[in-house]
C-alpha cells in the first residue's frame, strides 16, 4: 500500500488544458512517497493508500501544478536582433537571469519582424489532468530514505 517510507513506481498520462496529452510515459518513474519531492502535493496525496494496479485521475489548477503564467517571462524583440539559429518556433535559448542562474527560453512566436520568446513552463496557466497508475511499491530503504528519493535516482 502507498504510504511514507514507500518507494512507488507509476506511469501517468499528462494532459493539457485543452484535453490534448501533453507528456505520457509507459516507463515506470519512481519517488519516495512522503518526502515531498518528485510529485505534486495533490497527487501525492491521492495516492496515499492505493495499492499496485489502483489508478487516480487528478485535476491541477494552476497554482497546484505549473503555476500561472508570467507575462514577465515573456520578451519580444525585433527579429533582426536574434541570432539566425534560434529563428524558428521552438527553438531554445538559455540566457542568465540578474541572480546568475540559467533561464530557458522557447520561441513562441515570429510574427512582423518580431520574435517572442517564454520562459514559462509551456503548462503555465492552465488547468491540466494527471491520470497515474501504480505499478510497484517497496519499502524504501534507510539510504534512500535519508536522501529522500529512490536510489536509481541518484546518480
Do not use: C, W
Amino acid at each position: 500500500m502507498v504510504t511514507k517510507d514507500k518507494i512507488v513506481s507509476l506511469t501517468y498520462t499528462l494532459r493539457d488544458g485543452h484535453g490534448e496529452i501533453f507528456e505520457h510515459t509507459d516507463v515506470p518513474i519512481s519517488y519516495l512517497h512522503g518526502s515531498g519531492e518528485g510529485l505534486f502535493e495533490k497527487i501525492e496525496s491521492a495516492l496515499e493508500g492505493l495499492e499496485v494496479g489502483d489508478s487516480i485521475d487528478v485535476e491541477l489548477s494552476p497554482g497546484e501544478g505549473f503555476g500561472e503564467h508570467d507575462p514577465a517571462l515573456t520578451f519580444t524583440d525585433d527579429i533582426a536582433h536574434v541570432p539566425p539559429e534560434y529563428r524558428h518556433i521552438g527553438a531554445e535559448v538559455e540566457a542568465e537571469n540578474e541572480r546568475g542562474e540559467a533561464v530557458r527560453f522557447v520561441v513562441t512566436a515570429i510574427a512582423d519582424g518580431k520574435l517572442t520568446v517564454d520562459a514559462n513552463h509551456p503548462l503555465a496557466g492552465q488547468t491540466v489532468r494527471f491520470a497515474v497508475t501504480v505499478q510497484a511499491i517497496r519499502d524504501a530503504t534507510p539510504e534512500e530514505r535519508r536522501l529522500g528519493q529512490p536510489a536509481a535516482a541518484v546518480q
